[in-house]
């Protein structure tokens, strides 16, 4: 399996032996050694993956890297946060997505509705499996635990991704912003509960739901 490890907060190191990663196209920045690099379709895995990012502008390029020595990894400067899995699954936002071992799954799910009104529906890349994914976050990501008894709300420009056992809910309301008069608060909120960690970066980017 490759090995994962940071060098510096914002440049990913991966060692391959004969391995394989699947990463975002266009993020790698140097490599020793032979390697060889192939480009994938969609960023999801089957027919699927691929017409649900068409149809929600979530549209992925994503190569494969495989070979012998090291190679390195950065996406605009961004903070790289290390995730590992054990059989579980990785909630992550498309863009926040940088690099996985090559036999992690990735795909697409269906995560709710913005508003009955509305009826627009919210899709997430999913990653599963044994081993290690890397993912981007615009400042260093605090991770924030959620229990049963402490639900967490947060602002959908500022999600990046979760994962452990929990149930994602979307709930209007307005952001602090807001009550400061500065306008273009988020329609929505994003709720989770239950007990799982909760990744979110301090910068927000542009959303959809901020013009609802």
């Known amino acids: 399996m490759a090995m994962f490890r940071l060098q510096g907060s914002k440049v990913l190191a991966v060692e391959m032996a004969g391995d394989a990663v699947k990463a975002k196209n266009g993020s790698m920045v140097a490599y020793d050694g032979q390697m060889a690099f192939k480009k994938l379709s969609g960023g999801g895995e089957g027919l699927r993956g691929m017409v649900t990012r068409r149809l929600t502008g979530e549209q992925m390029t994503v ?38 071992d090559a036999g992690l799954r990735t ?79 988020e329609a929505f909120q994003i709720r989770f509960e239950g007990d799982g960690l909760v990744y979110v970066q301090p910068s927000e980017r542009n959303t959809i739901a901020g013009d609802v």
């Open 107 to 185: 795909g697409t799910t269906f995560t709710g509705l913005r508003g009955a009104s509305q009826g627009n529906g919210l899709f997430t890349t999913t990653v599963e499996g044994h081993g290690q994914a890397a993912i981007t976050s615009d400042g260093p990501a605090v991770v924030l635990r959620v229990t049963p008894q402490y639900p967490l709300s947060v602002d959908p420009g500022a999600y990046v991704a979760h994962q452990g056992s929990l149930r994602q809910s979307f709930q209007s309301g307005v952001t602090f912003r807001t009550f400061l008069g500065e306008g273009g608060g």
């Open 63 to 100: 190569m494969e890297v495989r070979g012998h020595g090291t190679c390195w990894f950065a996406d605009r400067a961004s903070e790289i946060n290390l995730v590992t899995l054990q059989g579980d699954k990785l909630y992550v936002e498309a863009s926040n997505l940088l690099a996985t």
